[in-house]
């Protein structure tokens, strides 16, 4: 397995957007869902949003309307659309696999929202 790698982050205003990308260096993406997580200061690390191999999604209620996950199979590479951006939003945020218990992690790339 390959270490994904996650780009995009940086330093934002309130209100602003960013797009986060996840590369991988083999093919996986094509044939496994892929989700991704973040960890904010004080919580635990938790699902921000998740992709299947068909194609659905799903996004947690703390970012529904304001984030979008999707995937280009063509370049094995998942992204994180986020939109309207708030401070709680501030954070690390990484892509796994999300039922391979074993999958590796990502360095992250981390997002700040500036208030």
């Known amino acids: 397995q390959v270490q994904p790698v996650e780009s995009g982050g940086g330093l934002v205003q309130v209100g602003g957007s960013l797009r986060l990308s996840c590369a991988a260096g083999?093919?996986?993406?094509?044939?496994?869902?892929m989700a991704w997580y973040r960890q904010t200061p004080g919580n635990e690390r938790e699902l921000v949003a998740l992709?299947?191999?068909?194609?659905?999604?799903h996004v947690a209620d703390s970012v529904l309307g304001r984030f979008a996950i999707s995937r280009d199979n063509a370049k094995n590479t998942i992204y994180l659309q986020m939109n309207d951006l708030k401070p709680d939003d501030t954070g690390v945020y990484y892509c796994?696999?999300?039922?391979?218990?074993?999958?590796?992690w990502g360095r992250g790339t981390l997002v700040t929202v500036s208030s």
């Open positions: 992709i299947g191999t068909g194609g659905h999604t």
């Open positions: 796994k696999n999300p039922f391979v218990t074993t999958a590796p």
């Open positions: 083999g093919s996986f993406l094509d044939i496994n869902a």
